[in-house]
């Protein structure tokens, strides 16, 4: 007799072998699991935002541990972003499917989004579709990469024609070391970066502006 949930279940001798030996010989495919979800802010469902589709972690099999992908929460993606004066070109590294790029694009003229392989940028691409990019330009950079090369795939790119640029993803120290030459005057947004990070931005001359009511970053004049 096995007890499962709510309910009682009873399995004979020859049942009881029959799943032993299938599970034995079972072979597992791993699989990814896609989810339409609504998006939240301050714990408050956005109702005029259509229900954007991302990973499911949840069901999902195969290991993303090694993904070079946005860790932002969704509820912290940056709403912010459509207040105040944040430049005129950005790019948005990891966003969040789309989200974070969306937002940037109500203060932004121009936003340029990359995503690290291509179901990542299949979901980003439908996202920002549903939500409507008429209102600024939407660019795309297609780069492959995984957070093991990284480095190699942000040389790929000129850092020094945006002046506001959002990491949001893990490798956000390994980024910033590798384009540093290349940025001047220009804002960095990082979702809660570590101390030791604040501490070497500042040697190198950036102001860590903290704001309460919106998104935090670093700059310099």
Not at 48 to 76: A, C
Not at 103 to 109: A, E, L, N, R, T
Not at 157 to 167: A, E, F, K, L, Q
């Amino acid at each position: 007799m096995t007890q499962t949930r709510n309910r009682t279940s009873y399995y004979c001798e020859a049942d009881m072998e029959y799943w032993r030996e299938r599970n034995k010989n079972k072979v597992i495919y791993p699989k990814t699991v896609l989810i339409k979800r609504p998006v939240y802010q301050n714990s408050l469902r956005i109702t005029q935002i259509p229900w954007l589709w991302n990973i499911d972690r949840r069901e999902t099999s195969i290991n993303l541990k090694d993904w070079e992908e946005n860790i932002v929460p969704q509820q912290y993606s940056g709403a912010a972003f459509k207040r105040g004066d944040w430049g005129e070109t950005a790019i948005d590294w990891c966003s969040s499917y789309g989200l974070t790029s969306w937002y940037m694009g109500h203060s932004v003229k121009s936003v340029t989004t990359v995503e690290t392989n291509d179901l990542l940028r299949k979901l980003t691409k439908h996202n920002l579709k549903k939500l409507g990019t008429e209102f600024y330009e939407q660019k795309f950079l297609d780069i492959d990469c995984d957070k093991y090369t990284v480095v190699d795939a942000v040389k790929q790119i000129d850092w020094s024609v945006y002046d506001t640029i959002r990491i949001g993803s893990t490798s956000y120290e390994r980024i910033y070391d590798t384009i540093k030459d290349q940025l001047s005057e220009c804002k960095i947004v990082i979702y809660k970066p570590q101390l030791d990070f604040i501490h070497k931005m500042e040697k190198d001359g950036w102001d860590w502006i903290v704001n309460p009511k919106g998104v935090d970053y670093f700059a310099k004049d």
